[in-house]
């Protein structure tokens, strides 16, 4: 059934070396006491649950699957819920929660490094917890007192949990034609009706109450996005004392059928004059449930590291061990009858093709999560801003690139193990189906770049470009001038000079006709992902290059994975630029007839 074992030594690379946490910390007065060893040791403890508890559960919960029981109730896969139980009772959903509601307060980054071994051991399982904590999110932000005293302990211990409900049979990202309805009942609640489709988490029996956030119309709403409130509905109402009292008109219909992840139960959420309550203004849930749903992206993102994470390893292992014809240059292996794989240049490839995506998006996702410490907690307010804008920029190429980048890594993981790849009792099959949603949900990627390079880039005229831009520059300025990081900062300071032109003509282009939009902006994204990529790796190897001295093999194993980045993955971006630049015309004047 495979293997997984946490990356610490990388992990720690990269909060320690790269990223130099404990002193980033220092500048946040909350975080301020927190240390390298307590990182350590938490990372350490996270790593044992995944890969002992939950990476065991992986085959088997997908095997099974979630079951309807009908009315409403359903069944997670053998072991889930005790998994989950043991990993309230360690704590784990407190991590990165407010003291003040029973949280650990521990810094974003801690939290992101555990979802990573998570989702690397068990994707369908992690998105029971992951859900919550989104849920979590949304309401310290947005919340009322109340709200926020009546269910963030119950979130934050994980006796409770939660979901995100947008979709509906007629809408998927296009929410401003929801119809979802919240009569006002004369109290402080309303009365919600509609059907939400696609529900992750749903139903299920890991915790004693599910708490709904809704979307949906008011009476006098105001049509489109701008007439879309947020609502708190849970499936027990909570009574006097705060414990699950009674049934709410809220309930599962059924659960879907699904190409992937089925140990996580995707459910048809039906609301018949359900009992919510407001959460943030009227007519203005989006911007509450914002909050939730790019931590649900960011969460999207640390999905795909993990599988791309885990399939590595157990390509690696397979590839050592399974035999298969003679190296080209002579047998490897000769006391055997034939040279393990790992001797073929192609099979090399997929490997490092991995390794070199899962290493980038581990520093860049790990990064990502350091600037949302800065925004939440830095003490200086133009780092919180800057910061922010970072965080807002990047996040749709956290959300699309690493899932790109994820299921072309299973699949190279599938491809590997041969026919074995193929049969599921080896496991690689999975990660292809699981990886797979994760281009899907949270907003497809197509509509991730659109956010990227519509609004994000070009809605600000290039502003939080510039920002990102900046940080490269600084490093290429820095470097640049040093031999040794020629074959590291030229390509660098290339494709930052690319992206820079190529932004700027489809800025152009876009004014007269707003289709060339549309049509760029996937292989721009694919571009500026590269960009980020490129950052990462050439800052890694400037600390690989000063510390190969020491003799350990990591830093010369991370050289040599840089390299390969540098001469094999960012030559994409020939293609990618050429795409970007072809314009609407090829796909726009074609007519619908001749398709």
Same mark, same amino acid.
């Given at each position: ?157 994980? /006796? ?11 809408? $998927? ?77 809220? %309930? ?190 949270? $907003? ?12 994000? /880039? ?8 510039? %920002? ?128």
């Amino acid at each position: 059934m495979g293997q997984y074992a946490a990356p610490l030594r990388d992990m720690q690379f990269v909060l320690h070396e790269l990223l130099n946490v404990e002193a980033e910390l220092r500048h946040m007065p909350k975080h301020a006491e927190l240390d390298t060893d307590t990182i350590n040791a938490v990372l350490e403890e996270a790593g044992k649950f995944c890969s002992e508890v939950l990476f065991p559960l992986n085959h088997s919960g997908d095997q099974e699957g979630c079951t309807y029981a009908g009315d409403g109730v359903v069944t997670t896969p053998k072991g889930f819920r005790q998994a989950y139980r043991q990993y309230v009772e360690a704590g784990w959903p407190a991590l990165g929660c407010d003291p003040q509601y029973g949280g650990q307060g521990l810094p974003a980054f801690v939290n992101n490094a555990l979802y990573e071994m998570l989702n690397s051991a068990n994707q369908a399982w992690t998105m029971y917890p992951g859900l919550s904590h989104g849920a979590y999110e949304c309401l310290h932000a947005h919340g009322t007192h109340e709200l926020q005293q009546r269910y963030l302990p119950k979130l934050v211990a994980g /006796v409770w949990t939660g979901t995100m409900c947008l979709t509906e049979p007629h809408c $998927g990202t296009d929410l401003g034609i929801l119809r979802t309805k919240a009569e006002p009942n004369g109290d402080d609640s309303y009365s919600i009706s509609g059907t939400k489709i696609f529900i992750s988490s749903g139903e299920h029996d890991l915790a004693e109450n599910i708490i709904h956030l809704v979307l949906a119309r008011l009476p006098d709403a105001p049509t489109g996005t701008k007439g879309i409130s947020l609502f708190i509905v849970p499936k027990f109402v909570p009574n006097d004392a705060g414990e699950p009292g009674e049934r709410n008109g809220v %309930k599962c219909g059924s659960i879907e059928h699904k190409m992937g992840i089925h140990g996580n139960a995707t459910c048809v959420i039906n609301l018949d004059n359900a009992k919510g309550w407001m959460v943030g203004e009227p007519n203005k849930g989006l911007n509450a449930m914002f909050v939730m749903m790019n931590a649900a992206r960011l969460g999207v993102g640390m999905q795909s590291l993990g599988l791309t994470e885990v399939a590595y390893q157990n390509s690696l292992t397979y590839a050592k061990e399974r035999l298969q014809m003679r190296s080209l240059t002579g047998p490897k292996a000769p006391e055997k009858a034939a040279d393990p794989i790992i001797v073929h240049p192609d099979v090399r490839r997929m490997l490092l093709t991995q390794k070199a995506y899962a290493e980038a998006a581990r520093a860049f996702s790990y990064w990502s999560a350091l600037q949302i410490d800065k925004e939440l907690s830095h003490a200086d307010e133009a780092e919180r801003k800057q910061a922010a804008d970072l965080v807002a920029l990047l996040t749709p190429i956290l959300k699309a690139f690493l899932s790109d980048n994820a299921f072309e890594s299973t699949n190279h993981a599938m491809q590997i193990y041969g026919g074995h790849g193929f049969i599921a009792e080896w496991g690689m099959e999975q990660y292809v189906r699981d990886a797979r949603i994760n281009m899907l949900y949270e $907003g497809t990627n197509g509509i991730q770049s659109l956010d990227l390079l519509g609004r994000k /880039v070009l809605g600000d005229m290039g502003a939080k470009m510039k %920002k990102f831009a900046k940080l490269v520059a600084e490093f290429v300025e820095a470097e640049g001038i040093k031999p040794e990081m020629q074959e590291f900062v030229n390509p660098l300071a290339d494709i930052g000079e690319k992206v820079q032109k190529l932004t700027m003509e489809i800025g152009m282009k876009a004014m007269q006709n707003p289709d060339e939009v549309g049509a760029a902006a996937v292989p721009y994204l694919r571009t500026v992902g590269h960009l980020v990529f490129s950052y990462f790796w050439a800052r890694m190897a400037r600390i690989a290059l000063d510390k190969q001295a020491s003799g350990d093999p990591f830093y010369k194993a991370k050289l040599a994975t840089a390299r390969f980045y540098f001469a094999k993955l960012l030559p994409e971006t020939a293609m990618t630029i050429r795409q970007a630049r072809a314009g609407s015309k090829p796909m726009m004047d074609v007519e619908e007839a001749l398709f």
